[in-house]
């Protein structure tokens, strides 16, 4: 074992090292004091918090010579071998790397075995979603009724991939991600320990980039005292990281705020090449979500509908954004396009008029300001009862395609569905769009549509689901040409063969069609 490494130097060797998890630590130690030992536990959570730390420390409490006690002792044979994982009655198993049937068949046939030198014979089984559905089923009986000496210890990353079978067969542990306070307090003692110089603001910086996890917040610690010299700061630790500050994106705030596209293409151009985008992203939704709480908390903070609506808009484009950053190479460029994004489609805040323009609107009144409000009804009525038309799906259809339009117009005309029959209008938008389209977007979609017709129409727009937009006609169309293919070649018997060869599935998102 290398000791040099942080992560593996302070990995816990008894309970009480572990933090964070504190209530899965005292089910297992309560249920270690009592005796009460169930056939198998399953360990889940996010990478680096502990799972198979978890499972060797109470393998340790199982197997310890002195005795099954709420820690081990961490001095006899057994507490040593299993601390360098050279245990015989400890068997862990990497699920990623062994994931045929017949790998689980040949452990299966072994567990009838009595163990070597301890009171159980204990299976360790790291990444256990990775193994293959036949694998699974190889396991249930056993994992269900295993010989008495013998225990499961199950870890993952990813349980919703288990079966409901293999679930409800074990006592299912979900370890919980550290919080910034628990990383902070772990990463002091730590240094505190190796004799690195540190500042409380670069502490809060690594946590902040570890994600919860405690084994990151060590990786980027080891990372920073080597950068760093042995002496941690705030200010060369932002480098590294590529870290930007709260106020740098307070400013790009303000910008989208106030409509300043230019400001921000400028601004944002000068960021550093090594700057952590996702961060960027992760941050700017954090202000957002901010500015929307602190106006129920606080009597002080006022945002007007527009503002509030467009804060709402900039949230759901960067929490959908982001999704596909890590599939983007020129991460800058992305995010600029991103904002100028938000700027198009939110609602355009516009400036109050001066004394001088509200004078001159009191004095020319508008032609129709004296017309009751009953008159105005009855000629809207009046108005949309002349388009002497009838618009059903698939007329609807031909009018879209004949608008020509680009961009977010383009977008909306394929989801979305326009009908009109007897003096209904309803412009129908897919439900799953719902927060795409900003009202003007709309409104000019309207616009185009009327234009299109040489008479003005009022639709009453409406969210609904299954929607026969030309969009989900061409999902519909792609996905029964990929099940013809997939029932094409299913039965064929060389698929067949490789199928039951390999324990494998046809995707059948990967199936092509070979040129001839």
């Known amino acids: 074992m290398n000791n040099d490494v942080l992560a593996l130097k302070y990995r816990p060797r008894f309970f009480k090292d572990v933090m964070g998890q504190d209530i899965a630590v005292e089910t297992l130690q ?29 393998a340790k409490s199982l197997l310890c010579k002195e005795g099954v006690n709420r820690e081990p002792c961490g001095k006899c044979s057994t507490c040593l071998e299993i601390d360098s994982a050279s245990h015989l009655d400890l068997i862990e198993i990497d ?28 299976y360790l089984i790291d990444e256990v979603h990775m193994l293959s559905t036949k694998s699974f089923n190889a396991l249930l009986k056993t994992i269900e009724e295993p010989p008495e000496h013998v225990k499961f210890l199950l870890a993952t990353t990813d349980p919703e991939k288990l079966p409901e079978t293999v679930l409800s067969r074990c006592l299912h542990f979900k370890l919980k991600s550290a919080t910034t306070e628990t990383l902070e307090i772990y990463l002091k003692k730590i240094l505190d320990k190796e004799n690195i110089q540190y500042d409380e603001s670069s502490l809060h910086l690594i946590t902040k980039h570890s994600g919860g996890s405690i084994r990151d917040s060590l990786s980027i610690a080891e990372q920073c005292i080597s950068y ?35 400001e921000i293409v400028n601004y944002v151009d000068k960021f550093e ?33 527009n503002e509030e609506k467009n804060i709402h808009l900039f949230y759901q484009i960067l929490v959908n954004s ?14 600029i396009m991103i904002l100028l994004r938000m700027i198009t489609f939110s609602d355009q805040i516009n400036p109050e008029p001066d004394d001088s323009s509200k004078k001159k609107n009191n004095i020319v009144k508008n032609k129709n300001d004296d017309i009751p ?34 961009g977010l117009q383009l977008h909306l005309a394929e989801n ?15 439900e799953k769009k719902k927060d795409i389209y900003p009202p003007s977007c709309i409104a000019d979609f309207v616009k185009h549509i009327s234009n299109h017709l040489n008479s003005e129409i009022n639709p009453v727009i409406s969210y609904e689901r299954e929607i026969e937009t030309i969009s989900s006609l061409e999902q519909q169309k792609i996905q029964s040409n990929k099940d013809s293919q997939y029932d094409s070649i299913k039965d064929k018997p060389e698929i067949k063969k490789i199928r039951e060869m390999f324990d494998a599935q046809i995707d059948k998102d990967q199936i092509k069609q070979l040129k001839k």
Do not use: W
């Open 30 to 58: 309560n249920s270690l004091e009592l005796n009460k030992i169930h056939n198998a536990y399953l360990f889940s959570g996010t990478r680096g918090m502990g799972k198979t730390t978890m499972a060797r420390l109470f």
């Open 95 to 122: 699920a990623a790397s062994r994931t045929k049937v017949e790998d689980t068949r040949n452990l299966m046939d072994n567990v009838q075995y009595l163990p070597t030198s301890s009171r159980y014979k204990i």
């Open 228 to 262: 760093c010299s042995g002496k941690i700061t705030e200010e060369k630790i932002s480098i590294l990281l590529g870290d930007i500050s709260v106020d740098k994106l307070e400013r790009v705030v303000s910008y989208l705020m106030k409509n300043q596209a230019t």
């Open 273 to 305: 090449d090594n700057v952590n985008y996702e961060n960027i992203f992760d941050n700017l939704i954090h202000i957002f979500y901010k500015m929307i709480t602190k106006k129920f908390i606080s009597n002080d903070y006022e945002l007007d509908s």
């Open 322 to 335: 982001k999704k596909e950053l890590a599939n983007i190479t020129d991460k800058k460029s992305y995010l």
């Open 373 to 406: 409000k009953k008159s105005k009804e009855n000629a809207l009525k009046k108005q949309t009862k002349n388009l002497d038309i009838i618009i059903d799906k698939d007329i609807c259809k031909k009018i879209f395609k004949e608008l020509n339009l680009t």
């Open 416 to 430: 979305s569905l326009l009908v009109i029959q007897n003096d209904e209008q309803k412009l129908l938008i897919d």
